[in-house]
Nanobody, 118 residues
Framework: QVRLVESGGGLVQAGGSLRLSCAAS????????MGWFRQKPGKERVFVAS????????DYTDSAKGRFTISRDSDKNTVYLQMSSLKPEDTAVYYC???????????WGQGTQVTVSS
């Protein structure tokens, strides 16, 4: 079992920036990836970005490329998502997720709301 705690969401104007954090505790030693997903009202939860815990290689959905940066602090088992040039369509609840053996687990944090006003 792993516990994930997200923070850093909020209300920001279009063009602004936010930095999300997700701290993992519990079963962290065998994580292969940590990532961010988001869910808009009435929509399914979708992938935003991930980072390979061993190689530090990131991966992004197309809409995040060039605007979002994922990073990690392995000593703190924490992953960050720096979001810049935010758009109203980035408004969603952002969730953290971990993968083991490169397979996403079913463990989720409570999510953090990001609202971008136009």
């Amino acid at each position: 079992q792993v516990r994930l705690v997200e923070s850093g969401g909020g209300l920001v104007q279009a063009g602004g920036s936010l930095r999300l954090s997700c701290a993992a505790s519990g079963r962290t030693s065998s994580m292969t990836h940590m990532g961010w997903f988001r869910q808009k009202p009435g929509k399914e939860r979708v992938f935003v970005a991930s980072i390979n815990w061993g190689s530090d290689i990131p991966d992004y959905t197309d809409s995040a490329k060039g605007r979002f940066t994922i990073s990690r602090d392995s000593d703190k088992n924490t992953v960050y998502l720096q979001m810049s040039s935010l758009k109203p369509e980035d408004t969603a609840v952002y969730y953290c997720r971990v993968a083991y053996a490169s397979v996403w687990s079913n463990f989720w944090g409570q999510g953090t709301q990001v609202t971008v006003s136009s």
